[in-house]
Protein backbone atom coordinates (compact mmCIF):
# COMPACT_ATOMS: atom_id res chain seq x y z
CA UNK A 1 0.00 0.00 0.00
CA UNK A 2 1.46 3.57 -0.65
CA UNK A 3 1.50 6.79 1.19
CA UNK A 4 -0.87 8.33 -1.02
CA UNK A 5 -3.15 5.49 -0.54
CA UNK A 6 -2.61 5.64 3.05
CA UNK A 7 -3.49 9.47 3.33
CA UNK A 8 -6.54 9.28 1.10
CA UNK A 9 -8.74 6.56 2.57
CA UNK A 10 -9.22 4.38 5.03
CA UNK A 11 -6.95 1.58 6.27
CA UNK A 12 -7.22 -0.97 8.35
CA UNK A 13 -4.98 -0.99 11.43
CA UNK A 14 -1.82 -2.96 10.87
CA UNK A 15 -1.79 -6.32 10.75
CA UNK A 16 -5.09 -7.25 9.36
CA UNK A 17 -3.98 -7.33 5.82
CA UNK A 18 -1.30 -10.00 6.46
CA UNK A 19 -3.88 -12.08 7.60
CA UNK A 20 -4.48 -15.07 4.88
CA UNK A 21 -8.30 -15.75 4.49
CA UNK A 22 -9.95 -18.76 5.22
CA UNK A 23 -10.80 -20.58 2.19
CA UNK A 24 -14.00 -23.12 2.65
CA UNK A 25 -13.60 -26.47 0.60
CA UNK A 26 -14.47 -26.72 -3.09
CA UNK A 27 -18.28 -27.08 -3.77
CA UNK A 28 -17.44 -27.57 -7.76
CA UNK A 29 -14.93 -28.95 -9.75
CA UNK A 30 -13.08 -26.95 -12.14
CA UNK A 31 -15.51 -28.05 -14.82
CA UNK A 32 -18.27 -27.07 -12.95
CA UNK A 33 -19.53 -31.03 -12.53
CA UNK A 34 -20.33 -31.90 -8.93
CA UNK A 35 -21.74 -34.92 -8.51
CA UNK A 36 -20.53 -35.54 -4.49
CA UNK A 37 -19.47 -32.66 -2.57
CA UNK A 38 -16.97 -34.28 0.37
CA UNK A 39 -15.05 -31.74 1.10
CA UNK A 40 -16.97 -30.09 4.08
CA UNK A 41 -17.62 -32.47 6.34
CA UNK A 42 -21.18 -32.30 5.74
CA UNK A 43 -23.18 -35.03 6.99
CA UNK A 44 -25.30 -37.24 3.87
CA UNK A 45 -28.11 -37.62 5.83
CA UNK A 46 -29.36 -34.25 5.70
CA UNK A 47 -31.00 -32.50 8.87
CA UNK A 48 -33.33 -34.10 10.77
CA UNK A 49 -37.12 -33.78 9.38
CA UNK A 50 -37.92 -32.23 12.78
CA UNK A 51 -35.50 -29.40 12.48
CA UNK A 52 -36.96 -29.09 8.63
CA UNK A 53 -40.71 -28.80 9.74
CA UNK A 54 -39.66 -26.37 12.86
CA UNK A 55 -37.53 -23.66 10.33
CA UNK A 56 -40.60 -23.89 8.02
CA UNK A 57 -42.92 -22.84 10.64
CA UNK A 58 -40.32 -20.15 11.81
CA UNK A 59 -40.75 -18.63 8.56
CA UNK A 60 -44.00 -17.17 9.67
CA UNK A 61 -42.93 -14.48 11.48
CA UNK A 62 -39.75 -13.35 9.69
CA UNK A 63 -40.55 -9.68 9.91
CA UNK A 64 -39.78 -10.17 14.15
CA UNK A 65 -36.36 -9.63 16.09
CA UNK A 66 -35.32 -13.26 17.06
CA UNK A 67 -35.22 -13.91 20.84
CA UNK A 68 -31.61 -12.01 21.62
CA UNK A 69 -30.88 -14.80 25.05
CA UNK A 70 -31.21 -17.90 21.96
CA UNK A 71 -33.50 -19.11 25.46
CA UNK A 72 -35.10 -22.00 23.51
CA UNK A 73 -31.98 -23.62 22.26
CA UNK A 74 -30.22 -23.18 25.25
CA UNK A 75 -33.03 -24.74 27.34
CA UNK A 76 -33.07 -28.08 24.54
CA UNK A 77 -29.02 -27.98 24.39
CA UNK A 78 -28.78 -27.96 28.34
CA UNK A 79 -31.99 -30.79 28.45
CA UNK A 80 -29.75 -32.91 25.89
CA UNK A 81 -26.43 -32.51 27.79
CA UNK A 82 -27.83 -32.22 31.24
CA UNK A 83 -25.96 -28.68 31.75
CA UNK A 84 -26.95 -25.21 33.09
CA UNK A 85 -28.65 -23.08 30.42
CA UNK A 86 -26.74 -20.19 32.09
CA UNK A 87 -23.45 -21.56 31.24
CA UNK A 88 -24.39 -21.21 27.77
CA UNK A 89 -23.98 -19.18 25.04
CA UNK A 90 -25.11 -19.75 21.12
CA UNK A 91 -23.35 -18.11 18.33
CA UNK A 92 -23.31 -17.97 14.25
CA UNK A 93 -21.33 -21.18 13.95
CA UNK A 94 -18.67 -21.78 16.74
CA UNK A 95 -16.39 -19.97 14.18
CA UNK A 96 -18.42 -16.89 15.49
CA UNK A 97 -17.48 -17.60 19.35
CA UNK A 98 -14.19 -18.56 18.63
CA UNK A 99 -13.67 -15.34 17.53
CA UNK A 100 -15.75 -13.73 20.50
CA UNK A 101 -12.99 -15.38 22.62
CA UNK A 102 -10.02 -14.08 21.06
CA UNK A 103 -11.06 -10.78 21.36
CA UNK A 104 -12.41 -10.57 25.09
CA UNK A 105 -9.47 -12.34 26.25
CA UNK A 106 -6.16 -11.16 23.94
CA UNK A 107 -4.58 -8.19 23.49
CA UNK A 108 -1.71 -6.96 21.27
CA UNK A 109 1.26 -8.94 22.77
CA UNK A 110 -0.57 -11.41 23.90
CA UNK A 111 -0.01 -15.48 23.12
CA UNK A 112 -2.41 -17.86 21.96
CA UNK A 113 -1.13 -21.68 21.53
CA UNK A 114 -2.54 -24.40 18.75
CA UNK A 115 -1.40 -27.33 17.38
CA UNK A 116 0.54 -27.39 13.63
CA UNK A 117 -2.43 -28.89 11.77
CA UNK A 118 -5.41 -27.28 13.83
CA UNK A 119 -8.03 -25.65 12.57
CA UNK A 120 -7.15 -22.71 10.21
CA UNK A 121 -9.32 -20.35 11.99
CA UNK A 122 -7.58 -19.95 15.22
CA UNK A 123 -4.96 -18.58 13.88
CA UNK A 124 -7.21 -15.90 12.08
CA UNK A 125 -9.02 -15.44 15.11
CA UNK A 126 -5.53 -14.42 17.04
CA UNK A 127 -4.47 -12.19 14.34
CA UNK A 128 -7.74 -10.33 14.33
CA UNK A 129 -7.80 -9.66 17.93
CA UNK A 130 -4.14 -8.53 17.66
CA UNK A 131 -2.65 -11.59 19.39
CA UNK A 132 0.25 -13.66 18.23
CA UNK A 133 -0.44 -16.87 17.11
CA UNK A 134 2.39 -19.68 18.39
CA UNK A 135 2.06 -22.91 16.76
CA UNK A 136 3.20 -26.60 18.77
CA UNK A 137 4.41 -29.35 17.04
CA UNK A 138 2.58 -32.28 16.51
CA UNK A 139 3.86 -35.81 16.90
CA UNK A 140 2.22 -38.68 14.58
CA UNK A 141 -0.33 -35.67 13.54
CA UNK A 142 -1.88 -35.39 16.77
CA UNK A 143 -1.73 -32.49 19.43
CA UNK A 144 1.36 -33.41 21.52
CA UNK A 145 0.83 -31.95 25.17
CA UNK A 146 4.61 -31.70 26.07
CA UNK A 147 4.54 -29.52 22.77
CA UNK A 148 2.03 -26.98 23.95
CA UNK A 149 3.09 -27.01 27.71
CA UNK A 150 6.72 -26.25 26.45
CA UNK A 151 5.12 -22.96 24.91
CA UNK A 152 3.09 -21.59 27.85
CA UNK A 153 4.89 -17.96 29.20
CA UNK A 154 3.75 -14.97 30.63
CA UNK A 155 2.10 -13.73 27.42
CA UNK A 156 0.00 -16.94 26.86
CA UNK A 157 -3.19 -16.19 27.34
CA UNK A 158 -5.11 -19.09 25.60
CA UNK A 159 -4.60 -22.64 24.33
CA UNK A 160 -6.98 -24.03 21.08
CA UNK A 161 -7.24 -27.53 20.86
CA UNK A 162 -9.61 -29.35 18.56
CA UNK A 163 -10.61 -32.95 19.95
CA UNK A 164 -10.76 -34.06 17.68
CA UNK A 165 -9.12 -32.34 15.20
CA UNK A 166 -9.84 -31.18 11.95
CA UNK A 167 -7.85 -32.09 8.92
CA UNK A 168 -6.30 -35.09 10.98
CA UNK A 169 -9.03 -36.79 12.29
CA UNK A 170 -7.05 -37.48 15.89
CA UNK A 171 -7.96 -36.92 19.05
CA UNK A 172 -6.42 -36.46 22.20
CA UNK A 173 -7.42 -38.79 25.17
CA UNK A 174 -9.55 -37.66 28.78
CA UNK A 175 -6.19 -38.31 30.73
CA UNK A 176 -3.73 -35.95 28.66
CA UNK A 177 -6.34 -32.86 28.13
CA UNK A 178 -6.44 -32.88 31.75
CA UNK A 179 -2.38 -33.33 31.86
CA UNK A 180 -2.27 -29.97 30.00
CA UNK A 181 -5.10 -27.88 31.97
CA UNK A 182 -3.40 -28.86 35.02
CA UNK A 183 0.07 -27.68 33.81
CA UNK A 184 -1.41 -24.06 32.19
CA UNK A 185 -1.52 -21.25 34.54
CA UNK A 186 -4.98 -20.06 35.93
CA UNK A 187 -5.21 -17.45 34.02
CA UNK A 188 -4.86 -19.42 30.96
CA UNK A 189 -8.19 -20.29 28.86
CA UNK A 190 -8.04 -23.87 27.75
CA UNK A 191 -10.85 -23.98 24.38
CA UNK A 192 -11.88 -27.44 23.87
CA UNK A 193 -13.18 -27.30 20.12
CA UNK A 194 -15.67 -30.35 20.25
CA UNK A 195 -16.85 -29.77 16.57
CA UNK A 196 -16.68 -33.58 15.81
CA UNK A 197 -16.73 -34.89 19.50
CA UNK A 198 -20.55 -36.96 18.52
CA UNK A 199 -18.75 -39.09 15.91
CA UNK A 200 -16.06 -40.14 19.07
CA UNK A 201 -16.69 -44.03 19.81
CA UNK A 202 -13.70 -44.34 22.45
CA UNK A 203 -13.74 -44.89 25.86
CA UNK A 204 -10.82 -42.69 26.64
CA UNK A 205 -12.05 -39.41 25.05
CA UNK A 206 -13.91 -37.01 26.39
CA UNK A 207 -15.40 -33.55 24.87
CA UNK A 208 -14.88 -31.53 27.85
CA UNK A 209 -17.81 -31.01 30.03
CA UNK A 210 -16.55 -32.26 33.25
CA UNK A 211 -13.44 -30.19 32.98
CA UNK A 212 -15.11 -26.98 31.55
CA UNK A 213 -17.72 -27.61 35.26
CA UNK A 214 -15.36 -28.31 37.63
CA UNK A 215 -12.75 -25.03 36.54
CA UNK A 216 -12.71 -21.15 35.79
CA UNK A 217 -10.34 -21.30 32.93
CA UNK A 218 -12.28 -24.05 30.49
CA UNK A 219 -14.49 -23.58 27.80
CA UNK A 220 -16.33 -26.04 25.36
CA UNK A 221 -17.35 -24.88 21.86
CA UNK A 222 -19.83 -27.30 19.47
CA UNK A 223 -21.75 -27.05 16.57
CA UNK A 224 -24.80 -27.67 14.76
CA UNK A 225 -23.16 -27.99 11.42
CA UNK A 226 -21.25 -31.60 11.46
CA UNK A 227 -23.79 -34.87 12.43
CA UNK A 228 -27.05 -32.76 12.80
CA UNK A 229 -26.38 -31.42 9.52
CA UNK A 230 -27.36 -27.72 9.84
CA UNK A 231 -24.45 -26.17 8.38
CA UNK A 232 -26.71 -24.00 6.34
CA UNK A 233 -27.82 -22.08 9.38
CA UNK A 234 -24.42 -21.79 11.09
CA UNK A 235 -25.41 -22.43 14.34
CA UNK A 236 -22.53 -22.86 17.38
CA UNK A 237 -23.08 -23.02 21.10
CA UNK A 238 -19.93 -22.70 23.95
CA UNK A 239 -20.49 -23.87 27.32
CA UNK A 240 -18.51 -22.33 30.16
CA UNK A 241 -17.72 -20.78 33.81
CA UNK A 242 -20.65 -18.25 34.20
CA UNK A 243 -17.81 -15.70 34.32
CA UNK A 244 -16.34 -16.22 31.03
CA UNK A 245 -20.28 -16.38 29.40
CA UNK A 246 -20.66 -12.75 31.24
CA UNK A 247 -17.87 -11.29 29.11
CA UNK A 248 -18.78 -12.73 25.99
CA UNK A 249 -22.42 -11.60 25.77
CA UNK A 250 -21.08 -7.95 26.52
CA UNK A 251 -19.28 -8.24 23.63
CA UNK A 252 -21.47 -10.22 21.16
CA UNK A 253 -24.43 -8.77 18.81
CA UNK A 254 -27.29 -8.43 20.03
CA UNK A 255 -29.08 -11.09 17.38
CA UNK A 256 -26.37 -13.10 16.37
CA UNK A 257 -28.55 -16.00 15.50
CA UNK A 258 -31.76 -15.92 13.77
CA UNK A 259 -35.23 -16.95 14.63
CA UNK A 260 -35.35 -19.75 11.93
CA UNK A 261 -31.80 -21.10 13.30
CA UNK A 262 -32.62 -21.24 17.13
CA UNK A 263 -36.16 -22.86 16.05
CA UNK A 264 -34.41 -26.05 13.96
CA UNK A 265 -31.63 -26.40 16.46
CA UNK A 266 -33.97 -26.81 19.30
CA UNK A 267 -35.89 -29.25 17.40
CA UNK A 268 -32.48 -30.70 16.23
CA UNK A 269 -30.29 -31.49 19.13
CA UNK A 270 -33.08 -33.21 20.35
CA UNK A 271 -33.58 -35.64 17.82
CA UNK A 272 -31.70 -38.34 19.27
CA UNK A 273 -32.72 -41.09 17.11
CA UNK A 274 -31.89 -38.98 14.06
CA UNK A 275 -28.14 -38.25 15.27
CA UNK A 276 -27.96 -42.44 16.22
CA UNK A 277 -28.53 -42.78 12.23
CA UNK A 278 -25.56 -40.30 11.71
CA UNK A 279 -23.47 -42.40 14.20
CA UNK A 280 -24.86 -45.81 12.76
CA UNK A 281 -23.77 -44.77 9.26
CA UNK A 282 -20.44 -43.09 10.36
CA UNK A 283 -19.21 -46.21 11.92
CA UNK A 284 -20.27 -48.68 9.30
CA UNK A 285 -18.30 -46.50 6.28
CA UNK A 286 -15.36 -45.23 8.53
CA UNK A 287 -13.40 -48.69 9.35
CA UNK A 288 -14.51 -49.87 5.76
CA UNK A 289 -13.65 -46.47 4.12
CA UNK A 290 -10.11 -46.75 5.62
CA UNK A 291 -9.58 -50.31 5.06
CA UNK A 292 -10.47 -49.86 1.44
CA UNK A 293 -8.10 -47.05 0.95
CA UNK A 294 -5.08 -48.78 2.26
CA UNK A 295 -5.72 -51.55 0.39
CA UNK A 296 -5.26 -50.00 -2.79
CA UNK A 297 -1.71 -48.69 -1.80
CA UNK A 298 -2.76 -45.13 -0.10
CA UNK A 299 -1.56 -44.38 3.53
CA UNK A 300 -4.63 -43.06 5.91
CA UNK A 301 -4.38 -41.29 9.01
CA UNK A 302 -6.34 -42.85 12.31
CA UNK A 303 -9.72 -41.03 12.48
CA UNK A 304 -12.33 -40.62 14.80
CA UNK A 305 -14.29 -38.08 12.99
CA UNK A 306 -16.59 -38.00 10.09
CA UNK A 307 -13.95 -38.05 7.43
CA UNK A 308 -10.19 -39.06 7.09
CA UNK A 309 -7.27 -37.95 5.77
CA UNK A 310 -5.60 -39.47 2.87
CA UNK A 311 -1.86 -39.29 2.26
CA UNK A 312 -0.66 -39.81 -1.84
CA UNK A 313 3.23 -40.54 -2.78
CA UNK A 314 5.14 -37.05 -2.15
CA UNK A 315 8.02 -38.62 -4.70
CA UNK A 316 5.14 -39.88 -7.74
CA UNK A 317 3.88 -36.31 -9.69
CA UNK A 318 1.29 -38.92 -11.38
CA UNK A 319 -0.15 -40.36 -8.07
CA UNK A 320 -0.09 -36.78 -6.05
CA UNK A 321 -2.52 -35.43 -3.57
CA UNK A 322 -2.80 -32.87 -6.89
CA UNK A 323 -3.39 -35.39 -9.64
CA UNK A 324 -5.89 -37.20 -7.39
CA UNK A 325 -7.51 -34.64 -6.69
CA UNK A 326 -7.85 -33.36 -10.54
CA UNK A 327 -8.97 -36.99 -11.18
CA UNK A 328 -11.74 -37.27 -9.05
CA UNK A 329 -13.01 -33.90 -9.67
CA UNK A 330 -13.56 -34.57 -13.75
CA UNK A 331 -15.40 -37.33 -12.18
CA UNK A 332 -17.59 -35.16 -10.30
CA UNK A 333 -15.77 -35.87 -6.42
CA UNK A 334 -15.09 -33.13 -4.44
CA UNK A 335 -12.76 -33.46 -1.84
CA UNK A 336 -10.43 -31.26 0.43
CA UNK A 337 -6.96 -30.28 -0.56
CA UNK A 338 -5.19 -29.33 2.83
CA UNK A 339 -2.01 -27.61 1.76
CA UNK A 340 -3.08 -25.05 3.42
CA UNK A 341 -2.92 -27.10 6.80
CA UNK A 342 1.08 -27.61 5.87
CA UNK A 343 -0.24 -31.12 4.45
CA UNK A 344 0.40 -30.97 0.94
CA UNK A 345 0.33 -34.11 -0.21
CA UNK A 346 -3.06 -35.35 1.55
CA UNK A 347 -6.19 -34.88 0.70
CA UNK A 348 -9.64 -35.03 3.10
CA UNK A 349 -12.56 -36.94 2.99
CA UNK A 350 -15.81 -36.49 4.36
CA UNK A 351 -17.41 -39.86 5.00
CA UNK A 352 -20.66 -39.81 2.17
CA UNK A 353 -23.21 -41.41 0.84
CA UNK A 354 -23.00 -45.11 0.21
CA UNK A 355 -22.99 -44.30 -3.36
CA UNK A 356 -20.38 -41.34 -2.73
CA UNK A 357 -18.17 -43.46 -0.66
CA UNK A 358 -18.42 -46.24 -3.32
CA UNK A 359 -17.64 -43.86 -6.54
CA UNK A 360 -14.27 -42.49 -4.71
CA UNK A 361 -12.78 -45.74 -3.66
CA UNK A 362 -13.57 -47.35 -7.45
CA UNK A 363 -11.70 -43.65 -8.88
CA UNK A 364 -8.59 -44.08 -6.55
CA UNK A 365 -8.13 -47.62 -7.31
CA UNK A 366 -8.04 -46.42 -10.87
CA UNK A 367 -6.05 -43.81 -10.35
CA UNK A 368 -3.85 -45.94 -8.16
CA UNK A 369 -3.39 -48.67 -10.69
CA UNK A 370 -3.92 -47.41 -14.20
CA UNK A 371 -2.94 -50.46 -15.80
Same mark, same amino acid.
Given at each position: ????????????? /?????????????????? !????????????????????????????????????????????????????? /??????????????????????????????????????????? #??????????????????????????????????????????????????????????????????????????????????????????????????????? #? #???????????????????????????? /?????????????????????????????????????????????????????????????????????????????????? !???????????????????? #???????? /??
Amino acid at each position: MTTSDTANRPVPR /PGILDIAAYVPGRSKSDG !GKTLYKLSSNETPLGPSPLAVEAYGAAAANLELYPDGSTHDLRQAIAGTYGLN /PDNLVCGNGSDELLGLLAGVYLAPGDEAIYSEHGFLMYRIAIL #AAGGTPVVAPEKNLCADVDAILERVTPKTKIVFLANPNNPTGTYVGDSEVRRLHAGLPKNVLLVLDAAYAEYVRRNDYSAGVELVSANDNVIMTRTFSKIHGL #A #ALRIGWMYGPAHVIDAVNRVRGPFNLNA /PAIAAGAAAVGDHAHVDRAVAHNDTWLPKLTEALIAIGLTVTPSVGNFVLIHFPADDPARSAKAADAFLGERGYILRAVGGY !GLPDALRMTIGSDEANEGVI #AALTEFMN /PD
